[in-house]
């Protein structure tokens, strides 16, 4: 049932970073070379700001959220089309953090959608709130948002991302991510890539990586130096 799925390393860096910053990725490409990493894909999640500045460095570019429609009257908003005419091939959607702000599971199906019209790959995120998990409800809560807020599309990655676990430095235990990565398979099937995120760093990144159903790391915090994104994506194993 569980096929070999490229792993993907891709760092969120949210509301962090300047022009200045610009030149991160050929920082990443001097500390882990493109040559050394064949067997995986690293994408970088700037601002939108940034995003159509970023050097190349051998690395993916997305956008962090888009509006679905294609264009219009939203003021302060972007669209999927605009992400990818700034260099974008991915685009997060449903991060907690946009979930907080009001995106309910049918916006996030609404815009997952627009990225695939778009031509890029969404990335939906999902997890439970600390209450939740108490509740012994984290995985009855994670599949119901599969359900609500993943389109009918081919091409889509899923980060389970637990609330309580997001810049918190609380990690999920590796027991508790492969339970819930194995209750995912089960449901979207095999071909899907399954990212982890919340408080993903170099020490724990070799276990949460390695489990058979974790095929990549969504990363905040320790994505927005490249020597500790590069020790990340370096714990990705080789096929
Ligand atoms: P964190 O953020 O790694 O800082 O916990 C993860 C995320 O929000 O995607």
């Known amino acids: 049932m569980t096929q ?3 792993p993907l390393i891709a760092a969120n860096w949210k509301m962090h970073g300047d022009l200045s910053w610009a030149s991160k990725p050929t920082d990443f490409d001097r500390v882990y070379p493109a040559a050394e990493r064949q067997h995986l894909d690293v994408l970088i999640c700037p601002p939108a700001t940034i995003l159509a500045s970023l050097a190349d460095g051998g690395v993916l570019k997305g956008g962090q959220d888009c ?10 908003d972007m669209s999927s089309e605009m992400l990818k005419d700034a260099g974008a091939s991915y685009v997060i959607v449903g991060h907690s953090e ?23 790959v969404p990335i939906i995120c999902v997890g439970e709130t600390e209450d939740q998990r108490d509740a012994g409800n984290a995985q009855a809560v994670v599949s119901k948002q599969i359900t609500d807020s993943v389109p009918d599309i081919a091409d889509y990655v899923i980060a389970y991302e637990p609330v309580w676990a997001i810049g918190t430095g609380k990690t999920a235990t590796p027991e508790d991510v492969d339970e819930m990565h194995n209750a995912i398979r089960a449901q979207v099937g095999a071909g899907v890539r399954l990212l982890y995120g919340g408080s993903v760093k170099p020490a724990n990144a070799k276990d949460l990586l390695s489990l058979a ?23 990705a194993p080789k096929a």
């Open 98 to 120: 946009r979930r907080a702000g009001g995106d309910t599971c049918a916006d996030v199906n609404a815009k997952a959608e627009a990225v695939t019209r778009a031509g890029l």
């Open 4 to 6: 070999t799925l490229r």
């Open 67 to 76: 509006h679905a429609a294609v264009s219009g009257a939203h003021t302060g």
């Open 213 to 235: 159903n974790v095929n990549g790391a969504l990363i905040g915090g320790a994505g927005l130096e490249m020597d500790s994104l590069a020790d990340i994506a370096r714990a």
